[in-house]
């Protein structure tokens, strides 16, 4: 068995505007079990919320009546959006799964559908996993003594370890401006390099207390120098000479503008005059 598109099209449900019950895109998408379904659904909804969009106009709690036993039991509602979101983390190992990649994918145009795959979602997860690391750091390298107005010189000291420049030169090199931030314009490979890097660094740190700026400048330019090492090690690539991708802030509004194009074409049609 595999995924039919004119299958998904016909298993919509319709309340205003067409939607798809959760239940039904799990048999669509091979799974068996709500529970190891309802992990992939959930997976898509912090996605959705990575993109900062309401989750819940997308993902609407729901029920329906179960066809075995007759009982009304939770589910979800979802846009054709949702689907899609569901879809990219489903387990492309089934088949319905990698059909339904492409199928659902080429509804939305080449821009867009290139835009909306595995690495693309995990640039934006890592991303904001990196936000809420650097925020770690800040406060351990706080607790290692280092001043509010050291901050910058203490996480260029990783920057200097892991690229062998300073931020403003990496900047320079990949010709990002000032104003740009250089996280923003990584790959997936880079930015997990950097989270590794990071949450290393804090770790670190928690171990040494009031050490003083200096000496957590050496942690932190060290850890870099050895994520450094891996990473040459493991691909035979220096993190300065991967390519930068296209700002993730961009990739964030065009995927926001497919779910908008997207409700259009199942919103409820005009009567024609």
């Not at 387990?91 to 690495?119: C, G, P, T």
């Not at 171990?207 to 691909?235: E, F, H």
Request: proline residues 3%; contains cysteine.
């Amino acid at each position: 068995m595999t995924f039919d598109i004119e299958s998904f099209e016909g298993c919509a449900r319709q309340n205003g505007v067409r939607y798809w019950l959760a239940h039904d895109l799990m048999r669509e998408l091979g799974y068996e079990s709500w529970v190891s379904f309802q992990k992939v659904v959930m997976k898509a909804q912090a996605s959705c919320a990575r993109l900062e969009m309401d989750a819940l106009s997308e993902f609407i709690p729901a029920t329906y009546v179960d066809a075995v036993d007759g009982l009304e039991k939770p589910s979800i509602r979802l846009t054709r959006f949702a689907c899609l979101l569901v879809t990219m983390h489903a387990d492309e190992r089934k088949a319905q799964v990698a059909a339904a990649k492409v199928a659902l994918a080429a509804l939305a145009n080449q821009v867009i559908a290139a835009r909306l795959s595995q690495n693309e979602l995990g640039r934006i997860e890592t991303r904001d996993d990196l936000k809420s690391a650097e925020i770690a750091l800040s406060s351990a390298a706080q607790r290692a003594g280092v001043q509010s107005h050291e901050q910058a010189l203490f996480k260029d000291a990783g920057i200097r370890g892991m690229y062998n420049r300073s931020l403003q030169d990496l900047k320079q090199m990949r010709g990002l401006t000032q104003k740009d931030t250089a996280y923003d314009f990584m790959g997936l490979t880079e930015l997990a390099g950097n989270l590794f890097r990071v949450t290393q660094t804090a770790e670190k740190l928690r171990g040494s207390p009031d050490i003083g700026l200096r000496l957590a400048q050496q942690t932190a330019k060290q850890v870099g120098q050895d994520v450094r090492r891996l990473m040459i090690q493991n691909s035979g690539v220096a993190p300065e000479a991967l390519p930068i991708e296209q700002n993730i802030k961009d990739v964030k509004k065009g995927l926001r503008n497919t779910a908008k194009e997207m409700k259009r074409l199942d919103a409820p049609k005009r009567p024609k005059k």
